[in-house]
């Protein structure tokens, strides 16, 4: 089955700064990455996501890239605020008919942005 | 409208006793999902249903969990004589179509404390 592994566990970045975080997927595919934000004792909230057949995407201070033949996407925030902070998560959708869209998540990335 | 919601939010249960948790999905979401967050891991899969076929279960960590959702809508995720290591986050998500890469929107989850 699909595998993602997420890093870096936790970032600590300065009010403005560009935070990045990094995914890496086992099932060539894979077909739909989204990006999913958790605040303490809240429920994921998806932020982005990005299909196979796109390379980049972006929503104001987010952006997301994709590169198939590696197998990796990352999640780039720009001029952060400390309302960014929350813990990030990355999943992924195999394609094929059984998968059915259940997402396999990465381990999460805890950002903290200091003010 | 109103998002997914689940009840109750918060659970104890003495070890061995059975718990049963309720997930209201989108009105009309045709498919719905179950994850179970164990404390600083992202979700991880538990079963699928598809209106009120349960199409995939393999995520189902034992024969003690059970889930249903008759009419294809409100879904129960039950389980028996509950272990310690069955204490996590059950989150319940939805999306509207068929299709492996529609957004899941997710509830805020049912916390479960095995003592």
């Known amino acids: 089955g699909e595998n993602v592994e997420q890093h870096p566990s936790t970032l600590s970045v300065q009010e403005g700064d560009s935070a990045v975080i990094k995914c890496t997927y086992s099932d060539s595919a894979s077909n739909y990455f989204p990006w999913y934000k958790q605040e303490l004792g809240k429920r994921p909230q998806l932020i982005i996501d990005?299909?196979?057949?796109?390379g980049e995407k972006k929503d104001q201070r987010i952006a997301v890239t994709l590169n198939k033949t590696a197998k990796h996407f990352s999640l780039h925030i720009t001029e952060t605020q400390p309302e960014d902070s929350a813990v990030y998560f990355c999943a992924a959708i195999p394609a094929g008919g059984t998968s059915y869209g259940k997402l396999t998540f990465g381990q999460g990335t805890i950002l903290t942005v200091h003010p | 409208g109103a998002g997914v919601s689940q009840s109750p939010r918060y659970k104890v249960a003495k070890r061995g006793q059975d718990v049963a948790l309720r997930c209201d999905p989108i009105s009309g979401h045709v498919s719905l999902f179950w994850y179970q967050q164990a404390l600083g891991q992202g979700p991880e899969f538990l079963t699928y249903?598809?209106?009120?076929?349960?199409?995939?279960k393999s995520g189902l960590p034992s024969d003690r969990f059970f889930a249903e959702r008759p009419e294809g809508s409100v879904s129960t995720l039950k389980i028996q004589r509950t272990q310690q290591e069955d204490s996590a986050v059950y989150l319940c998500a939805s999306s509207g179509y068929r299709g492996n890469t529609d957004t899941q929107y997710f509830g805020p989850g049912t916390r479960l404390t095995v003592l």
């Open positions: 990005i299909r196979s057949n796109v």
């Open positions: 249903f598809q209106n009120e076929a349960q199409l995939d």
